[in-house]
């Protein structure tokens, strides 16, 4: 054991470590947070002489704690069509290093949305070897499998999130497609908003259990773009933002927060688009929003 602290003093010198492991494996903050309570509980008994490596114990805590979350949350509910994770957002053109740290590795909501269809044992596997580097010998002790079995696990995760689009890294070229979308929404250009939105798009829509009549799921340019032409009326209320380290906007009549946008840009078109309009998660982010501009 390193004699430099007890396992709370590493827990807190990791906390933003753990955290980022907790998001992706929950995609919610809130929940990240829970976890990391429930896991700073648990060690509280630990003897911190009889453990090697500190940081890399306590991610398989957090796992742990993540995973059992997991399996509950299957328990009360399926996942719908319509689920959006919760977002990391921020007005400005800087994250702060809380932010930074929660979004290191590109976590776009993109791959938030492919991780909510694995299985609790799956996205484990995926999240802790091939995004953190844990390796699967430890993680089969968190899943009580086989090395081996832990090691298929993390294969189907992966054939899973193969067909994922890829995002383009120029977040100026993002920006810039992102309004044009809009721009053409302002409008109401199908055909320019078509010209802007991959073949396959697709938009998911999350209203929550007090706006279910906004949930929806589309597929398609054409579908997209002829849904998007019945909210013209709200473009004057975007501020554009960073939602999880991509172009995005918020929505914010008269400054109250109705709506965040994430969008995945891929090859110069916009392949997936999620949107949470759900009250309660909104008021959940805390976001200021500043005075519109005149």
């Not at 997991?70 to 399926?78: C, I, Y």
């Not at 290191?104 to 299985?119: C, E, F, I, N, R």
């Not at 991959?198 to 829509?205: H, K, N, Q, S, W």
Request: proline share 6%.
């Amino acid at each position: 054991m390193d004699e430099r602290g007890s396992l709370s003093e590493h827990f807190e010198r990791n906390r933003p470590h753990l955290r980022a492991v907790a998001y992706r494996m929950l995609g919610s903050v809130g929940e990240a947070e829970d976890a990391l309570q429930d896991a700073w509980l648990r060690i509280q008994d630990q003897d911190p002489e009889a453990i090697e490596n500190p940081r890399a114990w306590l991610t398989t805590v957090v796992g742990r704690v993540c995973l059992n979350l997991l399996r509950s949350r299957r328990t009360r509910r399926e996942l719908t069509d319509f689920h959006v994770p919760d977002p990391v957002v921020t007005l400005a053109d800087e994250v702060d290093p809380e932010q930074e740290a929660l979004l290191s590795d590109s976590v776009g909501l993109a791959l938030l949305v492919v991780l909510d269809t694995l299985s609790p044992a799956e996205r484990l596997a995926f999240v802790l070897h091939d995004v953190f580097g844990l390796p699967f010998t430890e993680i089969a002790a968190v899943l009580d499998r086989s090395e081996a079995a832990v090691q298929k696990l993390a294969s189907r995760a992966r054939r899973r999130l193969q067909g994922s689009p890829q995002p383009d890294r120029d977040l100026g070229r993002q920006r810039a497609v992102v309004d044009a979308f809009f721009a053409a929404a302002r409008d109401g250009d199908l055909g320019a908003l078509i010209a802007v939105l991959a073949p396959d798009v697709e938009l998911r829509i999350d209203g929550g259990a007090l706006r279910p009549d906004a949930s929806l799921a589309l597929r398609g340019a054409e579908a997209v773009a002829e849904h998007t032409t019945t909210y013209s009326g709200l473009y004057p209320h975007l501020r554009p933002a960073l939602v999880n380290g991509a172009a995005g906007v918020v929505v914010a009549p008269r400054g109250r927060l109705f709506s965040v946008m994430a969008f995945t840009v891929a090859g110069g078109k916009i392949a997936q688009i999620d949107a949470l309009l759900d009250p309660e998660r909104l008021a959940a982010l805390e976001l200021r929003i500043p005075p519109q501009p005149r």
